[in-house]
T-cell receptor, first 112, second 114 residues
Framework: DADVTQTPRNRITKTGKRIMLECSQT?????MYWYRQDPGLGLRLIYY???????NKGEISDGYSVSRQAQAKFSLSLESAIPNQTALYFC???????????FGPGTRLTVT | GNSVTQMEGPVTLSEEAFLTINCTYT??????LFWYVQYPGEGLQLLLK?????DKGSNKGFEATYRKETTSFHLEKGSVQVSDSAVYFC?????????????FGSGTQLTVLP
C-alpha cells in the first residue's frame, strides 16, 4: 500500500462549488504539506502543518483552507472553486529531522 | 527572496546520450539543494541532494554538484535510458536542517527515445 494517499484522484467541479481534497499518510510523519502544480510553474506551496496544532500559510493560500484532523490526515478545501484553481494538487509529508519530502500521487482538479 | 531557475524543456535525447539539465538558484544563507523526479502519473520522488558547498549528490547514475561560486546545481547523467523519461525538478530548502518550505523550479520534461 502507498505511504501517502490522496482522494479523489480526479475531480471535475463547477465554479462556486465547495471541494475537499483529502490526504492520508502511514509514514508516521508530523509534517504535512499541500502544493499545486501548474504547467511551467513547478510546484507552489499552499499550506503546511508541522503538527496537529500547527497550520501555516504558504506562498499561495488565498482561496484555500486546510484542516489537520489527525497526525495522519491533512485536508485541503476550496470554499468556492474558480477556474484558475484548475491544477494538479499534491500532498507531501516529511519527518522532523529529514530533508526528504514524500509525495502522494496527486489529485487532478478541473473547475469549469 | 528564494528562487530556482531551471533550463526550459522539453528535452529529447536518444538512449545512451549524455544528459545535462541546468539549475541555478538565488537564496540567502546556505541552502540545501535537491533534484526530484516525477514519473508519468506519479508524485515526486527525491532523486538526490546536497547540503553544503562542493557536495556531490548521486543516485541511479545521476549526479549534481553544489557550486556556491556559480549558485548552480546542474543534473548530469552519462548515459540515459528510456526509463529515465520523466519531469525533473530542482529545489532548494533555504534553512539549514530539516525540510521546511521547499522552493521548486518549473520542471524540465525529459523524453528518451530508443
Amino acid at each position: 500500500d502507498a505511504d501517502v494517499t490522496q482522494t479523489p484522484r480526479n475531480r471535475i467541479t463547477k465554479t462556486g462549488k465547495r471541494i475537499m481534497l483529502e490526504c492520508s499518510q502511514t509514514k508516521g510523519h508530523d509534517r504535512m504539506y499541500w502544493y499545486r502544480q501548474d504547467p511551467g510553474l513547478g510546484l507552489r506551496l499552499i499550506y503546511y502543518s508541522f503538527d496537529v496544532k500547527d497550520i501555516n500559510k504558504g506562498e499561495i493560500s488565498d482561496g484555500y483552507s486546510v484542516s489537520r484532523q489527525a497526525q495522519a490526515k491533512f485536508s485541503l478545501s476550496l470554499e468556492s472553486a474558480i477556474p484558475n484553481q484548475t491544477a494538479l494538487y499534491f500532498c507531501a509529508t516529511s519527518a522532523d529531522s529529514s530533508y526528504e519530502q514524500y509525495f502522494g500521487p496527486g489529485t487532478r482538479l478541473t473547475v469549469t | 527572496g528564494n528562487s530556482v531557475t531551471q533550463m526550459e524543456g522539453p528535452v529529447t535525447l536518444s538512449e545512451e546520450a549524455f544528459l545535462t539539465i541546468n539549475c541555478t538558484y538565488t537564496a540567502t544563507g546556505y541552502p540545501s539543494l535537491f533534484w526530484y523526479v516525477q514519473y508519468p502519473g506519479e508524485g515526486l520522488q527525491l532523486l538526490l541532494k546536497a547540503t553544503k558547498a562542493d557536495d556531490k549528490g548521486s543516485n541511479k547514475g545521476f549526479e549534481a554538484t553544489y557550486r556556491k561560486e556559480t549558485t548552480s546545481f546542474h543534473l548530469e547523467k552519462g548515459s540515459v535510458q528510456v526509463s529515465d523519461s520523466a519531469v525533473y525538478f530542482c529545489a532548494l530548502n533555504p534553512f539549514s536542517g530539516s525540510a521546511r518550505q521547499l522552493t521548486f523550479g518549473s520542471g524540465t520534461q525529459l523524453t528518451v527515445l530508443p
